[in-house]
């Protein structure tokens, strides 16, 4: 009896107190929020004053209070950063950052023993592009922290500049799943002022790193890299030659045209398909021979790519893909088909069927004679499924029907 | 052995039952707080604004499995469009709808026949017609025939999808902006995570338009307050605690996200069983652990998908012995990882914890409830005694409740209004006269009785019919 009373006399207790602490929580939130938006407003008041009448204005406050209020006055510093249009102006704003004492504050915040402040100091070194901080970020890239070493990879993509970018290639070497991918994100966002590190990494770099960078150098699209990119087509790796392929057709590189439409015959069905997809992004009526003849590929991916390139290669490559429904060879057939299914194609020429013009209803009948022609044989596929890109012999491995027709 | 012995033997292996239930309550409230705490001081560095704009970002399939959902499909799938997420395909599997589903979503988005045709790794029931959209590229709408089983559409979405991710979500869910961003996380940082699932919470009451929650309140239903209150002890109490020791049995299938390769790799989802969700994640538990595979099944509890619950009995009736099946079935078709050490926590704790305190709870809830009575019939018990037992239940099961509410309001605030969270805070004293004791019953019914057809459909009342914002400017 007295064991329960006590156990109720507790949860009671417990209760009352959670309770208060959500009273206590809610009542401190709602005031710090209104004190914060009031300073934040005050604080880009005196900003902007200060911008604008070149006067002292923020800079007479004292350093307690800047550090009393750095919250605020962050705040109220990165609005009118992102406020403004004038580099000027975001430079003065910057030097303010600075002459106030929040970047002495923050850059002892980044040597602090806690991992949270940290972070959040590195984080905010970052927002106001503090160079000189780069090497004590550059360290606390090796922290075991992760979250320090993310907003250290952070802050040295926002600081941009030479420094900061070799440093961020040079992580790429990193096995760190999670930091690798952050970084790649981040150099995409430095863009082509990264093109020359990357560049060098195509050179020295291991062959993993290699593919990652070249994934890198098509997203870009910075026309730098295209020599390195050409010479890589010549590679052994696979994987390499295949992603060299698709940066190449990602940049449009005309001038690596032919070498392009030559891996059309390349013995890897990798570089194949990457080769059909990239015709396919480069558009050029010359690669139409080159398309049909990969859509009669052994490879499933293959046909894939080449199909939706002669899609993307406007009437010329329907009219190619028209013609591949007669073709002897089943799976071009059948991708044809599926492919003019897919572009909408077909719906239009249901529509044309109909048409007062007798000539071109003739002509759009035929065409769907034909189509019907290979519907009505077909086991296909249209779809990538990224698991089972597997090739013809593998596909009898599957459970169920190896195919599914709709409609 | 007189009565009085039996008597007290019951009355321990009761009384056992509920220190040890309410103890492990405790428990998983105290790891989970510790996790979402942590989640939340980690949040501000987690990269969320990369991860959205990056080109490297992995796409996402999202499958939305519909079955007579006409009255959520529209403002689900207009939601799903606007997600903030690099690069994402929603595929929307009617799976043999009779009601306007279909039509409602080929008006509203122009969908034209594809007719694709593609691989079925995974068998499933014979699709009929594919369908894209001429508005929007990445909107897919499959109509398949109906075997009355979300795990068969599923499937079928699958199928379909084309991406390494998927995203499995209810047509009658709404997924909060950022949702995805926050959620991928996980699978980006580690190859070894090959699923993650998300915090599912109450809508109705609150403020939608076009598929987006613009205030979070609380609704006038009784039942679906109630709900609320569950909801938040489940997720974030339940899940953060059991994700935390890396033992997560259930990702809902209202919101989750996979790696397909990992769910292929198990086979899909089971069609032969409603709890298809929870299944695939014990199953998949199973199978990494026979082929001693290092994986990781997470919960993050930040991204929020709201769902309308129900607010009538008869329909909660239904989705609780649903529910209650489910997990039946999915221990059962288990079972060899019950006490079994060569399936580490998971056999050894999870799978007997959500065996003898979920599945059999009621059992002892029910059995105690009456144990009590009788005692106090026959004067085992007197009245102070019996009713000190009840107000100890009560209050701890209040502690619960109100401590998920703490958790709420600490890292996630999202009830603006005062009104709300007293109203929540009364209907945590509230839910344990009767509601909680209802829930007992339905799950021993569940148990006990009940054969329930696979696909539940519920009637909705739509989140377009909940207040809707005037103008939202």
């Known amino acids: 009896m007295f064991l329960i009373k006590l156990s109720i006399a507790f949860i009671i207790f417990g209760d009352i107190l959670l309770i208060l602490g959500i009273v206590v929580k809610r009542m401190r939130r709602e005031y710090s929020y209104r004190q914060y938006l009031n300073k934040v407003a005050k604080y880009k008041k005196m900003l902007k004053d200060t911008l604008n009448s070149k006067g002292k204005g923020i800079l007479l406050l004292n350093k307690t209070e800047v550090i009393a209020d750095r919250g605020p006055i962050k705040k109220a510093l990165l609005e009118c950063i992102e406020e403004t249009s004038s580099e000027r102006r975001e430079k003065r704003i910057l030097w303010l950052f600075r002459e106030i004492g929040l970047a002495e504050f923050y850059f002892a915040g980044a040597l602090s023993s806690n991992h949270i402040t940290r972070a959040r100091a590195i984080d905010t070194l970052g927002d106001f592009k503090i160079e000189e901080t ?60 990264a093109v020359p ?40 790796n696979i994987d390499l030659r295949s992603k060299a392929t698709e940066s190449l057709g990602k940049l449009k590189a005309m001038s690596c045209l032919a070498h392009i439409q030559n891996l059309a015959s390349d013995d890897a069905w990798p570089v194949r398909a990457m080769a059909a997809k990239a015709l396919g992004y480069f558009g050029h009526p010359s690669s139409i021979k080159f398309l049909k003849e990969l859509i009669r590929d052994e490879e499933w991916g293959v046909r894939k790519n080449s199909g939706r390139s002669l899609s993307e290669l406007g009437i010329e490559g329907e009219y190619a893909l028209i013609e591949m429904l ?48 290979v519907i009505s044989k077909t086991s296909m596929a249209t779809r990538f499924d990224s698991i089972g890109q597997k090739d013809r012999n593998k596909e009898k491995e599957t459970t169920g029907p190896l195919f599914q027709k709709v409609g | 052995m007189n009565f009085e012995s039996y008597f007290k033997m019951v009355e321990i292996v009761i009384i056992a039952y509920f220190f040890l239930v309410n103890l492990s309550y405790v428990i998983l409230f105290i790891i989970g707080l510790n996790s979402i705490i942590k989640y939340f001081r980690r949040k501000p560095f987690s990269g969320a604004e990369i991860i959205s704009r990056s080109k490297s970002t992995l796409p996402i399939s999202i499958l939305v499995p519909a079955c007579n959902e006409e009255q959520t499909i529209i403002d689900n799938v207009k939601a799903l469009l606007k997600l903030n997420y690099p690069k994402f395909e ?121 598929g987006e929650i613009k205030k979070v309140r609380t609704p006038r239903s009784l039942i679906a307050n109630f709900q609320i209150i569950e909801y938040l002890r489940a997720f974030l109490t339940g899940r953060s605690g059991w994700s935390a020791m890396n033992s997560l049995l259930i990702i809902s299938g209202a919101f989750g996200l996979f790696r397909k ?68 079935e999915t221990i059962r078709m288990n079972r060899k990882m019950i006490f079994n050490p060569k399936y580490g926590r998971i056999g050894m704790l999870a799978l007997p914890y959500f065996l003898i305190f979920e599945l059999l709870g009621p059992i002892f809830e029910i059995g105690g409830f009456l144990l009590f009575l009788v005692a106090f019939l026959t004067g085992f018990y007197t009245a102070p005694l019996l009713l000190l037992f009840i107000v100890a239940s009560i209050l701890f099961g209040t502690l619960l409740s109100i401590g ?70």
């Open chain 1, 197 to 236: 590190y990357l560049n060098k990494i195509l050179i020295n770099g291991s062959n993993s790193i290699k593919v990652q960078v070249v994934k890198l150098l098509g997203d870009i699209g910075d026309e730098r890299a295209i020599p390195l990119l050409l010479y890589l087509l010549d590679s052994d």
């Open chain 2, 261 to 328: 390769a990992a769910v292929m790799e198990v086979g899909g989802y089971r069609v032969d069983t409603i709890g298809e969700d929870a299944e695939l994640v014990v199953r998949m538990h199973r199978i990494f652990r026979e082929k001693k595979r290092k994986y990781q099944i997470k919960f993050v509890a930040d991204p929020i998908c709201w769902t309308e619950a129900p607010e009538n009995l008869k329909m909660l009736f239904r989705q609780r012995e649903r529910w209650h099946k489910g997990l039946f």
């Open chain 2, 90 to 210: 929603i595929i929307v599997i009617n799976d043999g709808s009779t009601d306007g589903t279909f039509n409602l979503l080929r008006d509203e988005f122009n969908l034209i026949r594809s007719n694709a045709v593609f691989q079925q790794t995974l068998k499933t029931e014979p699709v009929h017609s594919t369908y894209s959209s001429m508005d929007v590229s990445n909107l897919f709408v499959i109509n398949k025939k109906s075997c009355g089983n979300k795990a068969d559409a599923l499937n079928a979405g699958l199928n379909f999808s084309k991406f390494q991710l998927y995203c499995a979500i209810d047509a009658d869910t709404i997924i909060e902006n950022n949702a995805l961003v926050r959620m991928v996380k996980p699978l980006l940082d580690s190859t070894e995570v090959v699923a993650v699932g998300g915090i599912v919470r109450v809508a109705n009451g609150s403020e939608i338009t076009e």
């Open chain 2, 404 to 473: 998920a509410l703490f958790i709420e309001e600490y890292d996630f605030n999202r009830y603006e209004k005062w009104t709300d969270v007293g109203k929540l805070i009364f209907f945590a004293f509230v839910e344990n006269f009767g509601f909680r004791q209802l829930l007992a019953f339905i799950r021993l019914r569940a148990l006990l009785f009940i054969k329930i057809s696979s696909w539940e459909l519920i009637p909705r009342k739509g989140f377009a019919k909940q207040k809707i914002v005037p103008d939202a400017k």
């Open chain 1, 326 to 373: 007669k073709s002897v060879d089943k799976f071009a057939r059948e991708m044809s088909a599926a492919e003019l299914e897919s572009n909408g194609a077909i719906t239009k020429f249901s529509l044309l069927a109909f048409s007062d013009d007798r000539k071109e209803a003739e002509n759009a009948q035929t065409i769907l004679f034909d189509f019907d022609n």
């Open chain 1, 134 to 193: 780069v090497d004590v970020i550059v360290k606390a890239l090796r922290e075991r922290s992760d979250i320090v070493a993310a907003s250290s990879a952070r802050a040295l993509g926002n600081i941009g500049g030479d420094v900061a970018i070799k440093v961020l290639v040079g992580l790429l070497n990193d096995p760190h799943l999670a930091k690798q991918s952050m970084i790649i994100s981040l150099i995409e966002n430095v863009g082509n002022d």
